[in-house]
Protein backbone atom coordinates (compact mmCIF):
# COMPACT_ATOMS: atom_id res chain seq x y z
CA UNK A 1 0.00 0.00 0.00
CA UNK A 2 1.39 3.60 -0.79
CA UNK A 3 -0.06 6.81 0.90
CA UNK A 4 -0.10 9.25 -2.24
CA UNK A 5 -0.59 12.92 -1.77
CA UNK A 6 -1.97 15.38 -5.02
CA UNK A 7 -1.81 18.64 -4.85
CA UNK A 8 -3.55 20.41 -8.04
CA UNK A 9 -3.28 23.92 -8.75
CA UNK A 10 -5.26 26.06 -11.79
CA UNK A 11 -4.88 29.63 -12.56
CA UNK A 12 -6.82 31.75 -14.65
CA UNK A 13 -6.00 35.14 -15.35
CA UNK A 14 -7.58 37.90 -16.73
CA UNK A 15 -6.75 42.04 -18.55
CA UNK A 16 -9.34 43.57 -16.17
CA UNK A 17 -11.83 42.14 -13.41
CA UNK A 18 -14.27 39.87 -15.23
CA UNK A 19 -17.55 38.38 -13.44
CA UNK A 20 -17.57 34.45 -13.35
CA UNK A 21 -20.49 31.93 -14.00
CA UNK A 22 -20.93 28.43 -12.70
CA UNK A 23 -17.68 26.51 -12.43
CA UNK A 24 -17.76 22.74 -12.33
CA UNK A 25 -14.77 20.55 -10.65
CA UNK A 26 -14.23 16.66 -10.82
CA UNK A 27 -10.57 16.88 -8.54
CA UNK A 28 -12.39 14.54 -6.35
CA UNK A 29 -11.19 10.96 -6.45
CA UNK A 30 -13.30 7.94 -6.26
CA UNK A 31 -13.19 5.85 -3.16
CA UNK A 32 -13.04 1.86 -3.82
CA UNK A 33 -11.37 -1.12 -2.83
CA UNK A 34 -7.26 0.01 -4.36
CA UNK A 35 -7.66 3.55 -3.42
CA UNK A 36 -9.06 4.89 -0.14
CA UNK A 37 -10.02 8.58 0.28
CA UNK A 38 -8.00 10.34 3.71
CA UNK A 39 -8.16 13.91 3.17
CA UNK A 40 -9.57 16.48 0.62
CA UNK A 41 -9.44 20.30 0.86
CA UNK A 42 -10.37 22.82 -1.55
CA UNK A 43 -9.39 26.51 -1.58
CA UNK A 44 -11.23 29.11 -4.15
CA UNK A 45 -9.96 32.69 -4.41
CA UNK A 46 -11.76 34.55 -4.89
CA UNK A 47 -13.83 33.02 -1.97
CA UNK A 48 -16.95 31.41 -3.63
CA UNK A 49 -20.25 32.38 -2.59
CA UNK A 50 -21.38 28.46 -2.77
CA UNK A 51 -19.75 25.31 -2.99
CA UNK A 52 -22.24 22.42 -3.50
CA UNK A 53 -21.42 18.80 -4.04
CA UNK A 54 -23.41 16.41 -6.61
CA UNK A 55 -22.47 12.69 -7.65
CA UNK A 56 -22.90 13.04 -11.70
CA UNK A 57 -24.85 10.30 -13.61
CA UNK A 58 -21.41 8.29 -13.09
CA UNK A 59 -21.11 8.18 -9.41
CA UNK A 60 -18.37 10.69 -9.71
CA UNK A 61 -18.14 13.47 -7.56
CA UNK A 62 -18.70 16.96 -9.08
CA UNK A 63 -18.51 20.27 -7.21
CA UNK A 64 -20.34 23.18 -8.24
CA UNK A 65 -18.90 26.65 -7.50
CA UNK A 66 -20.60 29.87 -7.30
CA UNK A 67 -18.31 33.26 -7.37
CA UNK A 68 -19.23 36.13 -5.88
CA UNK A 69 -17.07 38.73 -6.63
CA UNK A 70 -15.44 39.73 -9.71
CA UNK A 71 -11.68 39.48 -10.40
CA UNK A 72 -8.41 39.61 -12.63
CA UNK A 73 -7.62 36.35 -11.28
CA UNK A 74 -9.68 33.10 -10.24
CA UNK A 75 -8.08 30.33 -8.89
CA UNK A 76 -8.62 26.83 -7.56
CA UNK A 77 -6.87 24.49 -5.24
CA UNK A 78 -7.37 21.14 -4.59
CA UNK A 79 -5.15 18.63 -1.97
CA UNK A 80 -5.97 14.87 -1.29
CA UNK A 81 -4.25 12.28 0.67
CA UNK A 82 -5.38 8.81 -0.30
CA UNK A 83 -4.31 4.96 0.13
CA UNK A 84 -3.80 3.17 -2.75
CA UNK A 85 -3.19 -0.79 -3.52
CA UNK A 86 -1.50 -1.73 -6.48
CA UNK A 87 -3.42 -4.38 -8.78
CA UNK A 88 -1.14 -6.91 -10.19
CA UNK A 89 -2.79 -7.71 -13.87
CA UNK A 90 -1.86 -11.29 -13.83
CA UNK A 91 -3.68 -11.67 -10.50
CA UNK A 92 -7.08 -10.55 -12.69
CA UNK A 93 -9.35 -13.84 -12.49
CA UNK A 94 -11.32 -13.62 -15.94
CA UNK A 95 -14.17 -15.96 -16.20
CA UNK A 96 -13.61 -19.41 -18.36
CA UNK A 97 -15.84 -18.15 -20.97
CA UNK A 98 -14.13 -14.75 -21.70
CA UNK A 99 -10.66 -15.92 -21.57
CA UNK A 100 -10.15 -16.09 -25.36
CA UNK A 101 -11.98 -13.95 -27.64
CA UNK A 102 -14.73 -13.52 -29.20
CA UNK A 103 -16.66 -13.90 -25.75
CA UNK A 104 -20.44 -12.32 -25.45
CA UNK A 105 -21.46 -10.95 -22.01
CA UNK A 106 -23.89 -11.81 -19.68
CA UNK A 107 -27.88 -10.70 -20.77
CA UNK A 108 -27.86 -8.77 -17.49
CA UNK A 109 -25.02 -6.84 -17.63
CA UNK A 110 -25.49 -5.73 -21.58
CA UNK A 111 -28.08 -4.02 -20.78
CA UNK A 112 -26.12 -1.24 -18.51
CA UNK A 113 -23.08 -1.68 -21.12
CA UNK A 114 -24.54 -1.29 -24.09
CA UNK A 115 -23.73 2.32 -24.68
CA UNK A 116 -19.71 1.61 -23.50
CA UNK A 117 -19.81 -0.96 -26.66
CA UNK A 118 -21.11 1.40 -29.89
CA UNK A 119 -18.91 3.12 -31.06
CA UNK A 120 -19.01 6.68 -30.78
CA UNK A 121 -16.94 8.21 -33.35
CA UNK A 122 -17.11 7.10 -37.55
CA UNK A 123 -15.05 5.12 -39.38
CA UNK A 124 -16.48 4.90 -42.92
CA UNK A 125 -13.70 3.17 -44.40
CA UNK A 126 -13.39 0.40 -41.42
CA UNK A 127 -9.67 1.96 -40.56
CA UNK A 128 -10.26 1.70 -37.08
CA UNK A 129 -11.70 -1.69 -37.52
CA UNK A 130 -8.90 -3.18 -39.63
CA UNK A 131 -6.20 -1.53 -36.96
CA UNK A 132 -7.96 -3.09 -34.04
CA UNK A 133 -8.05 -6.31 -35.67
CA UNK A 134 -4.93 -7.01 -36.12
CA UNK A 135 -4.47 -7.99 -32.67
CA UNK A 136 -6.82 -10.67 -33.09
CA UNK A 137 -5.12 -14.01 -34.26
CA UNK A 138 -6.64 -15.11 -37.30
CA UNK A 139 -7.48 -18.92 -37.44
CA UNK A 140 -6.21 -19.32 -33.16
CA UNK A 141 -8.02 -18.76 -30.40
CA UNK A 142 -7.16 -15.48 -29.43
CA UNK A 143 -6.44 -14.65 -25.59
CA UNK A 144 -8.48 -11.77 -24.19
CA UNK A 145 -5.87 -10.50 -22.23
CA UNK A 146 -3.09 -10.46 -24.45
CA UNK A 147 -5.11 -8.72 -27.20
CA UNK A 148 -5.81 -6.12 -24.84
CA UNK A 149 -2.21 -5.95 -23.55
CA UNK A 150 -0.75 -6.33 -26.97
CA UNK A 151 -3.16 -2.96 -27.95
CA UNK A 152 -2.39 -1.19 -25.28
CA UNK A 153 1.66 -1.61 -25.71
CA UNK A 154 1.24 -1.03 -29.42
CA UNK A 155 -0.26 2.62 -28.65
CA UNK A 156 2.61 3.40 -26.22
CA UNK A 157 5.38 2.19 -28.27
CA UNK A 158 4.28 3.41 -32.08
CA UNK A 159 2.56 6.81 -31.08
CA UNK A 160 4.57 9.93 -29.91
CA UNK A 161 3.24 11.39 -26.99
CA UNK A 162 2.50 15.12 -27.09
CA UNK A 163 1.15 18.11 -24.54
CA UNK A 164 -1.35 20.07 -26.64
CA UNK A 165 -3.00 23.30 -25.13
CA UNK A 166 -6.08 23.20 -27.27
CA UNK A 167 -9.26 21.69 -25.55
CA UNK A 168 -10.88 18.14 -26.32
CA UNK A 169 -9.70 15.10 -27.99
CA UNK A 170 -8.99 13.92 -31.60
CA UNK A 171 -10.95 11.93 -33.12
CA UNK A 172 -9.08 7.88 -33.29
CA UNK A 173 -9.00 8.56 -37.09
CA UNK A 174 -7.08 11.57 -36.33
CA UNK A 175 -4.64 9.91 -34.07
CA UNK A 176 -3.91 6.76 -36.06
CA UNK A 177 -3.32 8.90 -39.20
CA UNK A 178 -0.66 11.45 -37.38
CA UNK A 179 0.91 9.33 -35.31
CA UNK A 180 0.79 11.21 -31.90
CA UNK A 181 -1.68 12.47 -29.47
CA UNK A 182 -2.17 13.44 -25.38
CA UNK A 183 -3.07 10.80 -22.88
CA UNK A 184 -6.27 11.71 -23.57
CA UNK A 185 -6.13 10.97 -27.32
CA UNK A 186 -4.93 7.73 -26.68
CA UNK A 187 -7.56 6.95 -24.43
CA UNK A 188 -10.53 7.33 -26.81
CA UNK A 189 -8.14 5.19 -29.80
CA UNK A 190 -7.96 2.62 -27.07
CA UNK A 191 -11.68 2.81 -26.31
CA UNK A 192 -12.77 2.76 -29.48
CA UNK A 193 -10.64 -0.03 -31.03
CA UNK A 194 -12.29 -1.92 -28.15
CA UNK A 195 -15.85 -1.08 -28.80
CA UNK A 196 -14.96 -1.43 -32.48
CA UNK A 197 -14.38 -5.39 -31.19
CA UNK A 198 -17.40 -5.60 -29.38
CA UNK A 199 -15.64 -4.97 -25.96
CA UNK A 200 -17.11 -1.98 -23.35
CA UNK A 201 -14.67 0.69 -22.67
CA UNK A 202 -14.87 3.77 -20.58
CA UNK A 203 -12.72 7.18 -20.33
CA UNK A 204 -10.97 8.08 -17.21
CA UNK A 205 -9.60 11.02 -15.66
CA UNK A 206 -6.90 11.40 -12.89
CA UNK A 207 -3.59 11.26 -11.80
CA UNK A 208 -0.52 9.59 -12.56
CA UNK A 209 2.42 9.37 -10.36
CA UNK A 210 5.78 9.74 -12.10
CA UNK A 211 8.46 7.79 -9.67
CA UNK A 212 12.31 7.74 -9.99
CA UNK A 213 12.93 4.96 -12.07
CA UNK A 214 16.18 3.93 -14.19
CA UNK A 215 15.91 4.84 -17.67
CA UNK A 216 12.16 4.48 -17.58
CA UNK A 217 9.96 8.05 -18.51
CA UNK A 218 6.42 8.08 -17.38
CA UNK A 219 4.20 10.32 -19.52
CA UNK A 220 1.13 12.42 -18.26
CA UNK A 221 2.46 14.22 -14.79
CA UNK A 222 2.41 17.51 -13.78
CA UNK A 223 -0.96 18.00 -15.14
CA UNK A 224 -4.13 15.75 -15.30
CA UNK A 225 -4.06 12.76 -16.72
CA UNK A 226 -6.53 10.05 -18.64
CA UNK A 227 -6.86 6.58 -19.52
CA UNK A 228 -9.47 4.01 -20.21
CA UNK A 229 -11.28 0.65 -18.93
CA UNK A 230 -12.63 -2.10 -20.65
CA UNK A 231 -15.23 -4.31 -18.99
CA UNK A 232 -13.85 -8.21 -18.84
CA UNK A 233 -16.37 -10.59 -17.11
CA UNK A 234 -14.90 -11.87 -13.66
CA UNK A 235 -11.78 -9.32 -13.55
CA UNK A 236 -14.81 -6.33 -13.85
CA UNK A 237 -13.62 -3.03 -14.97
CA UNK A 238 -10.21 -2.83 -15.73
CA UNK A 239 -7.28 -0.13 -16.06
CA UNK A 240 -5.20 0.23 -19.52
CA UNK A 241 -2.98 3.46 -19.71
CA UNK A 242 -1.73 2.84 -23.36
CA UNK A 243 0.08 6.61 -22.91
CA UNK A 244 2.21 4.83 -20.34
CA UNK A 245 1.83 1.36 -21.30
CA UNK A 246 0.42 0.26 -18.01
CA UNK A 247 -2.02 -2.49 -17.82
CA UNK A 248 -3.78 -2.25 -14.17
CA UNK A 249 -3.53 0.49 -11.37
CA UNK A 250 -0.08 1.06 -10.61
CA UNK A 251 0.70 4.93 -9.92
CA UNK A 252 -2.91 5.83 -11.59
CA UNK A 253 -5.07 7.32 -9.32
CA UNK A 254 -8.67 7.43 -10.37
CA UNK A 255 -10.91 10.63 -9.76
CA UNK A 256 -13.81 10.29 -12.84
CA UNK A 257 -15.23 7.55 -14.80
CA UNK A 258 -17.33 8.47 -18.15
CA UNK A 259 -18.85 7.38 -21.22
CA UNK A 260 -17.62 10.22 -23.12
CA UNK A 261 -14.57 12.27 -22.40
CA UNK A 262 -16.70 15.38 -22.85
CA UNK A 263 -18.34 13.99 -19.66
CA UNK A 264 -14.90 14.13 -17.47
CA UNK A 265 -13.75 17.66 -17.60
CA UNK A 266 -11.71 17.89 -14.61
CA UNK A 267 -12.49 21.19 -14.48
CA UNK A 268 -15.25 23.85 -16.54
CA UNK A 269 -16.62 27.09 -16.07
CA UNK A 270 -17.58 31.04 -17.56
CA UNK A 271 -16.55 33.96 -17.12
CA UNK A 272 -18.87 37.30 -18.34
CA UNK A 273 -16.31 39.84 -20.43
CA UNK A 274 -14.43 40.15 -23.67
CA UNK A 275 -12.55 37.13 -25.38
CA UNK A 276 -9.97 39.66 -25.17
CA UNK A 277 -10.31 39.86 -21.46
CA UNK A 278 -8.50 36.29 -21.01
CA UNK A 279 -4.55 36.52 -20.55
CA UNK A 280 -4.30 32.72 -19.89
CA UNK A 281 -4.25 29.57 -17.49
CA UNK A 282 -1.55 27.67 -15.62
CA UNK A 283 -2.27 24.14 -14.04
CA UNK A 284 0.10 22.44 -11.91
CA UNK A 285 -0.51 18.75 -10.63
CA UNK A 286 2.26 17.71 -7.88
CA UNK A 287 1.83 13.95 -6.41
CA UNK A 288 4.45 12.38 -3.92
CA UNK A 289 4.40 9.59 -1.69
CA UNK A 290 4.45 9.18 2.01
CA UNK A 291 5.55 6.53 4.03
CA UNK A 292 2.57 5.09 6.04
CA UNK A 293 1.87 6.43 9.37
CA UNK A 294 3.48 9.75 8.67
CA UNK A 295 2.40 12.97 8.20
CA UNK A 296 3.41 15.76 5.85
CA UNK A 297 3.99 19.32 7.65
CA UNK A 298 1.33 21.60 5.78
Given at each position: ???F ?10 L ?7 HR ?7 S????L ?6 V ?12 V????V ?19 L???P ?6 Q ?6 T ?7 D ?12 H??P?G ?6 R ?19 Y ?10 RL ?18 R ?13 GL?A???T ?5 P??DG????G ?6 W?Q ?18 G???L ?23 S ?7 Q????TE?P ?6
Amino acid sequence: MTIFSVRHSTVYRYLRPVAFGEHRLMFRPRDSFDQRLLEAALVVDPTPRQIRWIHDVFGNCVAIVQIAEPATELRFQSHIRLEHTPQVPLDLQIDEEALTYPFSYDGDEIIDLERTITCHHSDPDGVLDRWARQFVRVGHPTETGHLLMTMCYAIHESFVYERRLARGTQTPLDTLQFRRGTCRDFAVLMMEAARSLGLAARFVTGYIYVPSRDGSITRGGGSTHAWCQIYLPGAGWVEFDPTNGIVGNRDLIRVAVARDPRQAIPLTGSYDGRPSDYEGMSVQVNVTTETPGTFPNR
